[in-house]
C-alpha cells in the first residue's frame, strides 16, 4: 500500500474543507428558506373567483398583503403570475400558477335533417360549461347521404387538453317535400303587349332554401286575344317536383269588355276566399260575404252588358243591383256554381239564382234598407217577401227551374 505524500495529504484536506463548506451554505440556504412565510408557489383552478393572501401564507395565524392585484382575468386563464406579498414590511415573490384540470361539460342534443343537408358539431351540444375556450368537433366523420338513425359522438377539448365525449342522435330523413312556388297570380295583358312573368315569384324549399324555378309560356300567344295557361315548375336536389298554373287573359284595348277579362277579375278574387275544401254552399256563402263586405249601392249603371257592369264593380266597388248582380254572376261561374240570371218583372231589378248540393235557390247581394238575409232563399220565401215588397223579387216562374222547398 503506497503511502500519501504531505502534498496529497494537504489536497485532500482542501477538497474536505470544500465539501463540508458547500453542505453547510446548502444547509443554511434550506433552513433561510424554511423561515420564508409564503409559499414559492401555489396551484389555483381556473375560474376560482376570490385568492387572498392567506392562500400564499404557510402560517394561517401570519398576517401580510398582496402588492399585487390578482384580477378576475389572471384566474379565468391558464398560465404563471408572480405575486408580490408583503408580511412584516417585508416584500416577498410567489408563482401563482393558474391550471384547468377540469374537463367540459355539455348536454346533448339529437339532430334530425334531411338526406345531404349539411350538419355542424356545434349542432348536437347545448349548455357548454367550462372556463376557458372549448373546441367542439365530431370524434368520427359524420355522414347524411343515406336515411337513418346513428351515434354521433361529439368531442369537447379545452385550452388545457381537457377531454370530453357526448353521444347524440342523428336522425336522416328523406326529402319528399316539394319547394313552395309564391306570387304566382293570373295575369291581363293587351294583344301585343309583354309580359314579365317571374316578376314577384319565388320558389322556397324546406332543404334547400330557395331554388330556380321554370315557366312553360309555349301555349301563350300575345298577338291573339283569349285565355292561356302558363305553369311554373320548380325542383329540389332530391327530385321532388312542385307546379302552378295561371291563366293569361289576353285582351283587345277596345271599349267593349269581354267575359275573359272579368273572369280574371273574379279569379283574383276567388284565390283569396275559396279553396278546394269547399261546399258548393259554402263557396256561394263566401262570395256573398265578400259582395257585401266590397260593394257599396249607388242609384245607377250603364247596363248595356253585365260584363261592363261586373268590371265597373270590380274596379270601383260601387254600383247598382246590376252591377251587384253582374259581379256576383262572374264570381259564381268562374267559382263552377251554376247560376241563372233573374230580373223583375214589375220592376227593375236584377239577382242571381244558384245551384247548390241540395238544389236551386234564389240568392241577391244587393243590399235592402230593411237588411233581410237574401241568402239561398227558397221560392216559398221570396215570393212572400215580394208580396209585402211592392213586388220587388216579381219573376217570371217559365225563366228557372223549382227551387228546393227548404
Given amino acids: 500500500m503506497r503511502k500519501i505524500s504531505k502534498k496529497g495529504k494537504k489536497l485532500l484536506l482542501i477538497i474536505a474543507i470544500f465539501l463540508i463548506c458547500i453542505c453547510v451554505g446548502i444547509g443554511i440556504f434550506i433552513f433561510v428558506q424554511s423561515l420564508t412565510p409564503i409559499y414559492e408557489e401555489i396551484k389555483v383552478e381556473a375560474g376560482t373567483e376570490n385568492i387572498t393572501v392567506k392562500d400564499f401564507l404557510k402560517d394561517e395565524d401570519d398576517e401580510g398583503s398582496l402588492s399585487t392585484e390578482i384580477t378576475s382575468e389572471m384566474l379565468n386563464n391558464i398560465g404563471e403570475y408572480e405575486i408580490t406579498i408583503v408580511v412584516d414590511d417585508k416584500e416577498y415573490i410567489s408563482t401563482m400558477i393558474v391550471e384547468d384540470t377540469i374537463a ?8 334530425e335533417v334531411y338526406e345531404t343537408q349539411s350538419v355542424t358539431a356545434e349542432e348536437f351540444v347545448s349548455d357548454i360549461d367550462d372556463v376557458t375556450e372549448v373546441n367542439i368537433s365530431f370524434k368520427d366523420e359524420v355522414s ?4 337513418g338513425d346513428y351515434t354521433v359522438t361529439i368531442l369537447l377539448v379545452d385550452e388545457a387538453d381537457n377531454k370530453t365525449t357526448i353521444e347524440s342522435t342523428l336522425t336522416v330523413k328523406v326529402d319528399d317535400v316539394a319547394p313552395t312556388i309564391s306570387g304566382t297570380e293570373n295575369i291581363k295583358v293587351v294583344v301585343g303587349d309583354t309580359v314579365s312573368y317571374k316578376k314577384g315569384v319565388s320558389a322556397q324549399d324546406n332543404v334547400d332554401g330557395e331554388v330556380d324555378f321554370e315557366v312553360d309560356t309555349s301555349n301563350v300567344n300575345l298577338e291573339e286575344a283569349g285565355t292561356y295557361e302558363v305553369t311554373y315548375s320548380a325542383t329540389d336536389s332530391a327530385g321532388n317536383t312542385a307546379t302552378e298554373t295561371i ?3 289576353v285582351v283587345s284595348d277596345s271599349d267593349d269588355v269581354t267575359e275573359d277579362e272579368v273572369y280574371a277579375k273574379a279569379d283574383a278574387v276567388l284565390e283569396k276566399i275559396i279553396d278546394d275544401s269547399m261546399t258548393k254552399r259554402e263557396i256561394c256563402k263566401a262570395i256573398y260575404n265578400w259582395v257585401h263586405n266590397h260593394m257599396s249601392y249607388i242609384n245607377s249603371s250603364d247596363k248595356s ?3 261592363k257592369a261586373a268590371m265597373y264593380a270590380f274596379n270601383n266597388k260601387k254600383g247598382d243591383c246590376y252591377n251587384y248582380f253582374a259581379i256576383t254572376k262572374a ?7 251554376e247560376n241563372i240570371d233573374l230580373s223583375a218583372t214589375k220592376h227593375t231589378h236584377y239577382w242571381n239564382f244558384v245551384k247548390v248540393e241540395e238544389g236551386w235557390y234564389h240568392l241577391d247581394t244587393t243590399p235592402r234598407t230593411d237588411h233581410p238575409n237574401l241568402f239561398l232563399r227558397t221560392d216559398a220565401w221570396m215570393d212572400a217577401y215580394s208580396a209585402t215588397h211592392s213586388y220587388c223579387f216579381s219573376y217570371d216562374p217559365d225563366s228557372k227551374p223549382a227551387s228546393a222547398t227548404e
Wanted: proline share 4%; net charge negative; hydrophobic share 40%.
Fill in 247 to 249: 291563366k293569361v287573359y
Fill in 305 to 307: 252588358s253585365w260584363t
Fill in 104 to 111: 367540459p361539460t355539455a348536454t346533448s342534443v339529437d339532430v
Fill in 144 to 147: 347524411t347521404d343515406k336515411a
Fill in 331 to 337: 264570381l259564381l261561374t268562374e267559382a263552377g256554381i
